[in-house]
């Protein structure tokens, strides 16, 4: 099985910067596509970012607009998310997942493994 642990996220003012580092632990297949979801308060859980895990591939939420990037350190197990430009709506609890499919998804419901989530708040 695997674990996932989120770290980084914060209270910072709107036009900073964060990076989320999300560290799994277990078996890290190289077929398996790593993500990043967000969830604010009434609002349903919504796809950020994913990378497939062993050939990079990206995919980005239309409303990222640049501002974010999705990479992976296959030899320390991490997946990042560097958030730049932060805006108050972005204020949510990230979340990093696993989706063992390997193809690239933004439905959460395909995701298989889910860290405990880290709070990012933007004020303004």
């Known amino acids: 099985q695997v674990q996932l642990v989120e770290s980084g996220g914060g209270l910072v003012q709107a036009g900073a910067s964060l990076r989320l580092s999300c560290a799994a632990s277990g078996r890290t297949f190289s077929t398996s596509t790593m993500g990043w979801f967000r969830q604010a308060p009434g609002k349903e859980r919504e796809f950020v970012a994913a990378i497939t895990w062993s050939g990079g591939v990206t995919d980005y939420a239309s409303f990222v607009k640049g501002r974010f990037t999705i990479s992976r350190d296959i030899i320390k197990n991490t997946v990042y998310l560097q958030m730049n430009s932060l805006k108050p709506e972005d204020t949510a609890v990230y979340y990093c997942?696993?989706?063992?499919?390997?193809?690239?998804?933004?439905?959460?419901?395909?995701?298989?493994?889910w860290g405990q989530g880290t709070q990012v708040t933007v004020s303004s």
């Open positions: 997942a696993v989706f063992t499919g390997g193809y690239l998804s933004r439905r959460p419901s395909h995701y298989d493994y």
